[in-house]
């Protein structure tokens, strides 16, 4: 095998063993789907469909959802994938394209690190992407916050890239303007970066005003507009948009008041997510599967190395006045830690964070194993530290991923309604079986998993809803005339529905009702 070959190698096995972790099983682990996973699935079903969301906005630049509403990206590249399954909605489906934006991020982090500091950096940084327990974990279900911090990757790497050629400032602006579109929390700190990284290559003469420049500054502006009007129509300065081909929608609830602006809220939120950080848990058992955390025991430890080590390195340019590409990784670090003071960290509101956090994991081995080589002597044994080192990354994965698809596997279950789906399909048929034409369901379904398993229309929805408080239905009548009830009166229970109740409540139907279960979930069928 020829030196390119060789070379080619390696970061394609770990590529293919990080796509592997989050591609194998993706549409049955974790089982059922995610409440907001739901809602994302439906809205990308309904907006195919028929362009409306579940307020009846036109295309919206913002989701109406739970009535303060998600970011649209997920949706509108969900949607292809739909159309191209003849506009039906499977688990598999619904969590590919954060699958694939997370292997398009494992390249990403390793050209962009090969770029700044080497191939050993590019393939420790892959690496070390491709086993995180954070990243293989969001990776494989489909919620719309966890694109944005691919997406800010992609910016940054084809910023680094337009410092030597220009052109690539527009897919840069691409990047950082659809950041945008992925999660709300990161709008305040995608022009606090481009500034700082603007002013630093500036400073070292490596950007420079040219038409490259102007085309990506008014690109960035552009992508940006629908939403810097969004933030103007919710905080009572213009009305709502609505125009032919989209919506500016004023939301029942608006989230810039989640941000903290006294200094008490920011050391607050400071002080958790430091927790969340030390700690690797955050109280879910969903979002983090102890005791591997966010980055296994060890990858805290050179965490903490490289940051320390980042740091001094930036520190010594500054005084040298040389232009140091770490400044890159720190930049999008302040950025994240920004985003820690603003917003109260409970895992994914501070996802912006954890990959320049796994750069700086990757740099601390780096660098310590290159003091480790300086140190010793016999050549044919100096690479036994990174080989180790290895090792250890690699068991953990093993016992990781063992735990993944055994304990947390049956956990997930659980709090993704496994079953669910099989519920509704039994229920409706047994409706057709025994002419009833009313489903009623445990309250903890919850109400966007209804809509997306009954595939009602957008249009149908809102013809027929009946709120409690809305957003929330009480009821609504799906496309083939069922009405669906989304919570049982236990005081009222009558043989004129079908109900499909939690493995809790089975004692309360035995009597008059015929069971059946699949998984925690049971379909109750007058006798």
């Known amino acids: 095998m020829n030196k390119t070959k060789r070379n080619f190698a390696l970061p394609f096995l770990i590529l293919a063993a990080g796509a592997a972790l989050r591609l194998v099983f993706l549409g ?36 109406a959802d739970w009535g303060d509403g998600h970011s649209a990206m997920y949706v509108w590249l969900l949607m292809p994938l739909l159309a191209l399954n003849g506009g039906h909605v499977t688990p598999f489906l619904s969590r590919l394209p954060q699958a694939v934006t997370a292997v398009f991020t494992l390249a990403a982090v390793y050209f962009l690190m090969k770029k700044m500091f080497g191939r050993r950096a590019g393939l420790w940084s892959l690496f070390m992407l491709a086993v995180c327990p954070w990243h293989v974990m969001m990776s494989r279900w489909g ?36 950041s945008l579109y992925c999660y709300a929390v990161v709008w305040p700190i995608v022009p606090l970066m481009l500034i700082l990284q603007g002013i630093y290559a500036l400073y070292f003469k490596r950007l420079k005003l040219d038409r490259y420049t102007v085309i990506s500054v008014v690109l960035l502006f552009f992508i940006a507009l629908p939403l810097m009007l969004f933030v103007l129509v919710n905080s009572g300065f213009i009305d709502e948009i609505k125009l032919s081909f989209m919506t500016i929608p004023k939301m029942n609830g608006y989230r810039g008041s989640e941000i903290a602006f006294s200094f008490s809220e920011m050391w607050s939120n400071l002080r958790t997510a430091l927790s969340l950080l030390w700690h690797q848990n955050t109280g879910s058992p969903y979002d983090i599967l102890l005791p591997w955390g966010l980055f296994y025991d060890i990858g805290r430890v050179f965490i903490v190395i490289g940051v320390l080590w980042l740091i001094a390195d930036c520190i010594r340019s500054l005084i040298k006045r040389e232009f140091f590409n770490g400044f ?42 290159e003091l480790v080589r300086s140190r010793i002597k016999r050549r044919a044994v100096a690479n036994v530290p990174g080989v180790f080192v290895a090792a250890v990354y690699i068991v953990c994965t093993i016992l990781f991923q063992r735990d993944y698809y055994t304990d947390y596997k049956e956990l997930v279950n659980a709090y993704f309604s496994a079953g669910l789906k099989e519920c509704v399909e039994y229920a409706k048929q047994k409706c057709e079986d025994n002419c009833l034409h009313t489903i009623t369901v445990e309250k903890g379904a919850q109400w966007p998993r209804l809509l997306l398993y009954t595939e009602t229309l957008p249009s149908q929805y809102l013809a027929t809803v009946e709120y409690d408080v809305a957003p929330a239905p009480a009821a609504f009548v799906d496309n083939d005339g069922v009405r669906i009830n ?11 529905s079908v109900y499909i109740i939690y493995y809790t409540d089975v004692a309360d139907f035995e009597a008059d009702f015929e069971i059946t279960g699949f998984y925690d979930w049971y379909v109750a069928v007058p006798k």
């Open 486 to 496: 989304t919570r049982i009166n236990y005081d009222d229970i009558n043989k004129e």
């Open 143 to 178: 919620l719309d916050a966890n694109l944005a911090p691919g997406f800010l990757i992609f910016g940054l790497y084809f910023f680094v890239l337009g410092l030597e050629n220009r052109k690539y400032y527009i897919l840069s602006a691409l990047f950082y303007g659809l």
């Open 28 to 63: 049955s682990v974790p089982g059922g789907m995610h409440q907001d996973e739901s809602f994302v699935a439906w809205n990308a079903y309904a907006l195919l469909h028929e362009g409306i969301d579940s307020a009846g906005n036109v295309m919206p630049v913002y989701l």
């Open 328 to 369: 890159f990784i720190l930049i999008p670090l302040i950025g994240g830690g920004v985003n820690c003071i603003l917003v109260t960290a409970v895992l994914h509101q501070i996802n912006s964070l954890y990959i320049p956090l796994i750069l700086c994991e990757a740099y601390g081995i780096v660098k310590t194993l």
